[in-house]
């Protein structure tokens, strides 16, 4: 085995080192914004592709019924093999006992050779009047169209709120986690000034054991902290249709998000008396609404006789009429009108539009009632913003406070005026209004957001382009 000498295991060190510390920058965490956020979930998600391929459907299903507005034509070929002749006279029975004096020559001249009929031809049917049933499905089908429509933008907020929501999770655990990470760096720094306070005899052994604890605990939740940014960050790859080993971390912190929300919230305010008739929901509850209705009036339409024009056009071989000699191609045409009423289809619609009507009834009450819903979810999300608000402006004025207070007990117990419970409550009480700070910056962003969401017409477009 060959021996490496000093030179090449000095070289070989140096290169893993290198590999190494490189490591870090290819698992770099991507700073990305909430726009890019929303754009990619725009873009991936499968809520949304289902919802467009339903929204082409419906347009084939429209299109297809405003071809019930044309003539249907239908196409007919066929061929047979017939194994007796038709005698077009029967002699025996015309000429009785003298039918025997007839000639072979004229008996075969009145026999009709089908041992082969050939034939095609086209049937067109036009419906004229069939009691409004073509208006009316061809008004369901656009109808279904808009439904699906608007589908599409339910799909579109909901991938939105999904992808936001995870977005100022990570947002809030890495504030928390860049909180928890200052408060072990501040008890390891007391934990410290404790060992030198027991050297010169002012801190006990006792003092410097609950400041060790303390530091234990913090390390602790500043490792869980650290682990939910990592398990928040693979949630939002996901959510924005990327692989979850994709690391995404926010490009802006809390105060660069909150910068955005009065101006925003300034738009919103004008917009709010008809937030809740311009949402899509209502939108696809009402066109549901209208289905329902002419469904009944569908169902009504057999009520009345069905009035249509049929026309076609045939070609046979043997030919039968007008044709003297009967083995060649010969054409008939025809044109007429039918009109037909069924009579146990009139009974029996009677019902279905009593059912019909039945369900055209559940999907008012059930548009009322989701109506009143989306009135109250809005409600909410504006009580939810006023309370993030009060919230923030509360914290603001404990931060300074707990601030104080903090720098005051770090004083006092190194001048051993103060036990050191008493310092690390007021380190125990910081971490608590910090924390707060930070949940009631994150409820206004989402307040904020979801109110633009809910009131703010074509919001969508900006990323569905």
Known sequence: MKRLNRDDLFYKVVTMVIVVASCP?????KKVSLEECQRLAFENSYAIKQANEEYQGAKAKSGEMLLNFFPKVYAHAGSFRVEDNIQALDYDNLFGRFAHLVPDFIRNKTIIDISHLKGVGAIAVQPVFMGGKVVIANSMAREAVTVR??????????????VEQAYWLVVELESKEKLAAAYSNMLAEAKHNVE??????????????SIKVKCSEAELKHAQAQEGVALAQMLLAVKCGLPSTEKLSPQEDLNKALE????????????????????????????????????????RSAYVPHVA??????????????KSDRH????????GVTVSFGITDAVSAIFKAQQNKAQWNKQHWETEEKRQLLQLKIEQAWI?????????AFTDAQQLQTKESLRLAELAYNEGLIPLLEFNQAQTLWLQVETSHIEAQIAKCKAVYELYRLITPGWYTAFAQ
């Open 260 to 299: 955005k929300a009065p101006e925003v919230l300034l738009f919103l305010e004008d917009n709010n008396k008809q937030a809740v008739d311009n949402l899509p929901e209502m939108a696809a509850l009402s066109s549901a609404e209208k289905i329902a209705k002419m469904r009944t009036n569908l169902e």
């Open 384 to 392: 939810k913003y006023r309370e993030a608000d009060k919230q923030i």
């Open 196 to 209: 030198l306070l027991l050297a010169q005899g002012i801190a006990t052994q006792s003092d410097l054991l």
């Open 25 to 29: 920058k290819l698992f770099a965490q």
């Open 328 to 335: 060649n191609w010969g054409r008939n045409s025809f044109v």
């Open 309 to 322: 024009l049929v026309a076609g056009v045939g070609y046979s071989s043997p030919h039968f009429w007008y």
């Open 149 to 162: 429509e608007n589908q599409i933008k339910i799909a579109q907020r909901s991938a939105v709120e999904e």
